[in-house]
Each structure stands twice: as C-alpha cells, then as structure tokens.
C-alpha cells in the first residue's frame, strides 16, 4: 500500500504542472484578445460583441476539432481588413445593411472551408507562395496602420488609400487634436517600452490605464474619442436577410477570404507544429477552421483564423494542450460579462495605439530582405505589395493570388525533362548533365520529367521529350521514368498512349518506368495493348525489359541484370 502512494503523487503531479502551465497560457492569450478584438473590431467596422462572438467561437469550435496543441483561432487583423474591404465594395446603405453582409460572408466562407476539407482540398495554401504572403501582409500593415493615424491625431479624413491618408494629414496639421494625440503617442511609446518584458500583457495593461484615465475625468471636454457603450446582445443561430443575388455576388468574393485565412492560419499552425515535432492533418485544421467560422457567421461574429502572434504567444506562455484555448475562452467571457461597462470607458487613440502595435511585426523588413539575399521571388513580393497599396485591400489580395497562380502556371509551362544514363559498374541511373561519367546507350534515350504529369503540365513535358527525340537519330527505345508522378489524371494517361501511337509509328517503342501502382492499373485499363510488358519497378528493370523485348537492337554496354532489382 505504501508503494502505490508515489507512484499516484508521481503520477497526478506532472498532470497538475500541466494544468498549471495551461492556465498560465490561457490568461496571457485572454489578456492579448480583448485588446485585439476590441482593435480588430474597429478594423472591420463591426461591433465589439461581433468580435468577441469570433474569439469565443474559434477557441472552442478549434480546441474541439483541431489538431495543433497551440493554435489560437481568432479575429485576425487581414481577415478583418479584407471583410471591410468587400462590405465597402458592395456600398451597403446603412450600418444593418453592412453588417449583414459581413455576417453573409463568414458564413459563405466557413461553409466553403468545409466543403474545401470534404474534397482533401488541405493543401490549397500551396497555391499562395511566401513571397507573395510575405508581400501582402507587409502592404496590409501598412495601410491598417496608415488608417490608425487619423484616430490618434483626432481628425476625420475622407481619403482611403495610405498615400493620400498622409496627405491629408499633413493638409490639416493645425486640426490635430492635442490630447487625443498626445494619449495615442504615449500609449504606442508605453507598448513599446512593456515589449521587453514578454511577460506583461501589454495591450491589456495599456488598455487598463485608458479606462482608468477615462474613469477619472471626461475624455470629452479634451475632444478625446471614447468606444462608448459595450451592449451585450442575446446571442442566436441566424441567417442574414438578403436577395438571392446578394448571396452569389459574396460567394465569390468569399473566395478570396477562404484563401487568406487558410494561408495566413495554416502557415501559423505548422510552423508551430514543426517546432515541437508534431504532426498536424491539414484537411482536418480546414474543417476546424471551416466550423469555428460557420458558427461564427451564424451567431453574427467576425471571419476567425490561427492568427501567428497570439499563436505564438500562446506558445511561449507555456501551454501544452488544447486546453489554454478553453481557458482563455472562459477569462474572456468573465472579463466581457463583468467587465461590458469598463471596456466602453477605452479611449479610441488607444485602440488605434493597439491595432498599430498589434501589426508593427508585419512591418519588419526581414522576410522582404531575406527574399533580395536570396536573389529568388523578391519582385513577386514586391508586386505584392504595389498592389495591395494601389489597388486596395480587396482587388490587390485577388491580384495577389493571381500572381501566385501566375508563378506555378509559368513554373509548369517551362518543364524540365533530365536525360539518365548508368554508372559504369552499377544499376544506378543518373542525370547526364551533373555526371558527364554516366555512359549512354545507343539506340535507347532514358528521359525523366522533374514535374508530375497532370492536365497543366504534360504536353509540355512530352514537347519536350519529342524534341529530345528529334536530336538523337538513332533513338528505337525511349524509356520515360515517371518517378515524380504518383498518378495521372484524364489528360497525362491520354497523352501517354498519343505519344506511345506516335512512337509506333515512327517504328519506336515506349517503355514507362518507375511507374506506381495506380498509373500502372490506369495505363492497362485504357490501353492494355499498348502498354501490356512496358511498365516496370525501376529503370534498370526497363532497360533490361527493352534488352529482352527487343533483342535486334544493339546496345554498346552488355548488362547482365536480374529484370526484378532494387529501385534505381
């Protein structure tokens, strides 16, 4: 009986730590969300209550079904811009009419997620490169932050665009309000002083003072604005009322909204999975994500993504499971219950001081020079960021998805197609150009495309085979090594048995090597006749096939091989 008494104390202790270190983790990530909902809110012209609905919502829809130990699902700064962003395009008539169309479109693109993570549709971030990521984050900073200074300064300006932001701040100097400016200035010097202590919540403790200040004299006789009242609504599944057209125009400017939080939250969640040595699913963070924001739709809340800031925070207050999320979501929901009429009392220059110190990451210039260094995708980030500055938050995130999209059709439009040839001595197939000691055979061209072949990229690839073919006259077997491809779609199986009629015809035969299970059943199903005894494990293995098939032809290596080796 004694015995077991450590073992249970060694065992509940390590459980103790682990909830204490949750817990800690927990209150720094509530402390880091009412500040930045009451920010982000303000972004996306929505209500405080909008953004608070999100935050509860995705820190529990995500502890639920997500998969990451430390991902925090919550209003993000470019999901708020970009909701603003299309609300505005569609000039609503009112505030009703913006918000319901805001609510219209997390739904629209929680709903799409979901459908995204039925069809395995989890590496859809893929088609967003870094650069470009890198870009339009850097070019959003910029004009969130740009948006923030009039707040600070106490003037209302009528431009939109951060180049003519500044201009009309500099018009109207002797319009700036002294003490709105001079609380805005001394709340972003005091965020920057607090960032050297990681500890300290900092947008909360300055938040804390404002209301302080605010409690204690009228921030109104000094033309200094305040949030104003937090009215907490009864919350209730519901859809929005809008015509049916309404409903399709934001279906597809929904998309672009998809795309953004599944780069911006997928980038967030594996690099944080990466560190730590776990292993996340994406189809199964884009249902996560796909559901929190659903919910959040449906209960009037903001768009919601894993955020890399609070994320990481969350991270380096020590949590170690899902359940720092639970308990952030509980604080914050005490903090908003007991707390509604101290959070109206927060002084607009600090939210704006909040926001601004919330973005200034995205501004550092790192990633950006790093690209230069590199000498690789540095234009494509900077066109990135031209776009997003001229053309606006909206237009220049679908142009920067298009340059993307851009980049992978012209990476796909010039294929690469390698030439093997053996060692001497050995099975092993190699590219002639980085190894002029392979030794070609004659009469046999060994080609292997660095691509996988599908619709976008195989009649490119098998362009240039043929004009590999054109070269080599005396060409009677071409065996392709079909390593890169794990299967084949409609298009590249149809082009393979083209290019095997067209080397028919020419009195040449096709071989297929390296081919996987799923070509090899497709390729026989199709056109078993032309196929049956030339599709083979390795190259070595088509070469001996091509030697046995084929005996007439007159090779300048006799290789003496087993026809069932090893992979080359």
Request: charged residues 15%; aromatic residues 6%.
């Amino acid at each position: 009986m004694n015995f077991n008494l450590p073992v249970k104390h060694s065992i509940c202790w390590p459980r103790r730590r682990l909830l204490a270190a949750d817990a800690v983790a927990g209150l720094s990530v509530a402390f880091i969300l009412l500040p930045e909902a009451v920010a982000y809110a303000a972004i996306a012209h929505l209500t405080i209550q909008s953004a608070i609905t999100a935050a509860l919502v995705g820190l529990m829809c995500y502890a639920w079904l997500g998969g990451s130990h430390f991902a925090i699902v919550a209003p993000t700064s470019s999901a708020a811009a970009l909701l603003a962003a299309v609300v505005l395009s569609l000039h609503p008539v009112d505030g009703n009419a913006a918000a319901a169309l805001g609510v219209a479109l997390v739904i629209l693109t929680g709903v799409g997620l979901l459908v995204f993570a039925k069809a395995k549709l989890g590496r859809l971030s893929a088609f967003v490169s870094r650069p470009v990521l890198h870009g339009f984050s850097f070019a959003l900073a910029v004009t969130i932050i740009t948006k923030q200074l009039p707040i600070i300064l106490g003037i209302k300006v009528h431009a939109s665009d951060p180049f003519h932001i500044i201009v009309e701040l500099f018009n109207h100097a002797t319009e700036w309000a002294i003490w709105s400016t001079v609380i805005g200035c001394s709340a972003l010097v005091l965020l920057w002083v607090l960032k050297r202590w990681p500890a300290v919540p900092s947008a909360f403790v300055v938040l804390v003072l404002g209301i302080c200040l605010s409690n204690s004299m009228n921030l109104a006789n000094f033309n200094v604005a305040i949030v104003g009242p937090l009215q907490i609504k009864t919350l209730g599944l519901s859809l929005p009322q809008l015509p049916l057209e309404k409903w399709v125009q934001l279906a597809e400017l929904a998309c672009g909204l998809l795309v953004i939080i599944v780069a911006e939250s997928w980038g967030s969640i594996r690099s944080l999975s990466l560190i730590h040595g776990n292993v996340v699913e994406p189809n199964r963070e884009l249902f996560a994500l796909g559901t929190a924001n659903l919910v959040s739709g449906l209960l009037q809340g903001m768009p919601v993504g894993a955020g890399f800031s609070v994320s990481s925070a969350n991270e380096e207050a020590g949590a170690r499971s899902k359940l720092a999320g639970v308990i952030a979501a509980l604080v914050l929901l005490l903090m908003v219950v007991f707390g509604q009429g101290w959070i109206g009392l927060i002084p607009e220059p600090i939210v704006a001081a909040a926001v601004i110190n919330a973005l200034s990451h995205a501004l550092s210039p790192k990633s950006l020079l790093y690209l230069w260094r590199m000498d690789r995708d540095q234009y494509l980030a900077l066109a990135a960021i031209v776009a997003v500055l001229v053309f606006g938050v909206l237009h220049g995130m679908l142009i920067a998805i298009g340059l993307s999209l851009a980049a992978a059709i012209r990476s796909f439009s010039q294929p690469v197609v390698r030439e093997l040839a053996a060692l001497e001595h050995s099975r092993d197939y190699v590219d002639r150009e980085n190894h002029p000691d392979a030794l070609p055979q004659a009469n046999l061209l060994i080609l292997r495309p660095e691509e996988p072949l599908f619709f976008a990229s195989v009649e490119g690839i098998l362009a240039e085979v043929q004009q590999r073919l054109k070269s080599r006259n005396d060409v009677q077997i071409l065996i392709v090594s079909l390593e890169q491809s794990a299967n084949l779609d409609s298009t590249a199986a149809e082009c393979l048995i083209e290019l095997a009629d067209e080397l028919k015809h020419q009195n040449k035969v096709l071989f297929l090597a390296r081919v996987k299970d799923p070509i090899r059943q497709l390729l026989l199903k199709l056109a078993g006749d032309k196929f049956q005894g030339k599709l083979y494990w390795s190259v070595d293995d088509a070469v001996v096939g091509a030697q046995k098939n084929v005996p007439l032809i007159p090779f300048n290596a006799v290789r003496h091989h087993s026809a069932h080796g090893p992979f080359s």
